[in-house]
């Protein structure tokens, strides 16, 4: 009977009578293995971030800032690491925000042969001026067409690098400081 009112007391709260305040060694076991699983899971995602995800667009970025027109050798050879021109013709525009989400789109078209649709990050200040049957030009790098202008007015799209490493690697530290927390967790 000393022993059990020594560990009530070592626990700080009362003896409960039934003892359903006892955490059972399976429940123990299983909460000691989540949060490790959840610690190594961040530990790998921290580190897939600061080792391939960051350098990764920090050298796409790079590329894109060196990148020169393309010359007619190279559009007859189909490289695409230059930046290629084509004037286009809007077919359809979407600029809708509604609650939480938001859609900006242009539908372009080539003749009557092709047609793609690309996405930007908000309306202006190319995109809520443009109107179907506008003639807009279109500049490509790499397969994707990375920014549209008309008369002199320049809208980058989503698919354009961008020099914002920041958000990756503030991604990258909080997966470190879920792993590290998850860890002291695991320890207490």
């Not at 393309?70 to 925000?97: F, I, P, Y």
């Not at 690098?161 to 400081?177: H, T, Y």
Request: proline share 4%; hydrophobic share 40%; net charge positive.
């Amino acid at each position: 009977m000393t022993t059990a009112r020594a560990r009530a007391h070592s626990t700080g709260r009362p003896q409960s009578k039934d003892g359903a305040d006892r955490r059972s060694p399976g429940r123990a076991r299983f909460m000691g293995v989540l949060l490790i699983l959840m610690s190594l899971i961040s530990a790998a995602a921290c580190y897939l971030v600061f080792s391939w995800w960051l350098p990764s667009d920090s050298e796409r970025y790079q590329d894109y800032r060196v990148a020169e027109a393309c010359s007619s050798r190279a559009m007859e050879h189909g490289q695409t690491d230059c930046l290629s021109t084509w004037h286009l013709t809007v077919e359809k525009t979407v600029n809708k925000t509604s609650g939480k989400s938001s859609t900006y789109e242009a539908t372009l078209k080539y003749r009557d042969s092709w047609r793609a649709t690309v996405s930007f990050g908000n309306p202006g200040p190319l995109l809520e001026r443009l109107a179907p049957g506008d003639q807009v030009t279109a500049t490509a790098w790499r397969r994707d067409i990375v920014a549209l202008s008309k008369n002199g007015v320049r809208q980058n799209t989503s698919e354009a690098p961008r020099d914002e490493l920041q958000m990756n690697a503030a991604i990258g530290v909080l997966a470190a400081l879920v792993a590290a927390q998850t860890a002291l967790l695991y320890r207490t």
